[in-house]
């Protein structure tokens, strides 16, 4: 079956300092990998995906992630956070190429940045 | 990406009785996914609706507690049976419209006196 861990569950950080944010699967197969952001209040939102091709994927709001296959990771990354994303973030992954499979998330990582 | 809206947005219910949750979506899609997201928890999958199909119910959820209907391309329910404190979730409702990524409502925010 598959699993989705998340290593931190609240990083706290002042503005501008780096973020990564760990995410390891687990699934015997080719996957689809997801990071959704929920701010507070609001619904979840897709940060960036990875399906295929080049590993290093580019999302909304200056994140990015990187899928190491040999790892079976894809961590979260962002330069300089800012306050305003402050929010909780979600891992998810589904099997590769099986349309219309449910995504299974990790437990999430609270992010809360100080201005 | 589609627009998905569900109602009721919030409600609170006594224990016991059950409270059905309606899902609408804007574009026709096959794929519909009830998740539940409890109290500083991350998502967890309730079942999936397939129009014209019985719902699949992932393990630990059943059928009498948690009825689905799905009875079109675009519209779905989830039944939250006999509910007691313990059901006090967030349900959301998803959608597989771009073959892989969900995109989700804004979900329903319940509370079981």
């Known amino acids: 079956a598959q699993s989705v861990s998340q290593h931190n569950h609240h990083v706290i950080l002042s503005e501008a300092a780096s973020l990564e944010l760990g995410c390891n699967y687990s699934?015997?197969?080719?996957?689809?990998l997801f990071w959704y952001v929920q701010y507070p209040g609001q619904h979840l939102q897709l940060l960036l995906k990875y399906f295929s091709g080049d590993p290093l994927v580019k999302g909304i709001k200056g994140f990015e992630a990187e899928f190491i296959k040999s790892k079976f990771s894809f961590n979260l990354r962002k330069p300089s956070v800012q306050w305003s994303d402050t929010a909780e973030y979600f891992c998810a992954v589904s099997g590769f190429n099986q349309a219309g499979t449910a995504l299974i998330f990790g437990k999430g990582t609270t992010l809360s940045v100080s201005s | 990406s589609a627009v998905i809206s569900q109602k009721p947005s919030r409600d609170i219910c006594q224990r016991g009785t059950s409270l059905t949750i309606q899902c609408q979506v804007d574009?026709?899609?096959?794929?519909m996914f009830w998740y539940r997201q409890q109290p500083g928890q991350s998502l967890t999958l309730i079942a999936t609706a397939n129009q014209g199909s019985e719902a699949t119910y992932e393990s630990g959820f059943v059928i009498d507690k948690f009825p689905i209907s799905r009875p079109n391309l675009t519209f779905s329910t989830l039944t939250v049976s006999n509910m007691s404190p313990e059901d006090s979730s967030i349900y959301l409702c998803?959608?597989?419209?771009?073959?892989?990524?969900?995109?989700f409502g804004e979900g329903s925010r319940l509370t079981v006196l």
């Open positions: 574009s026709q899609v096959t794929m």
């Open positions: 699934y015997g197969g080719t996957v689809n």
């Open positions: 998803s959608v597989d419209f771009l073959g892989g990524e969900l995109f």
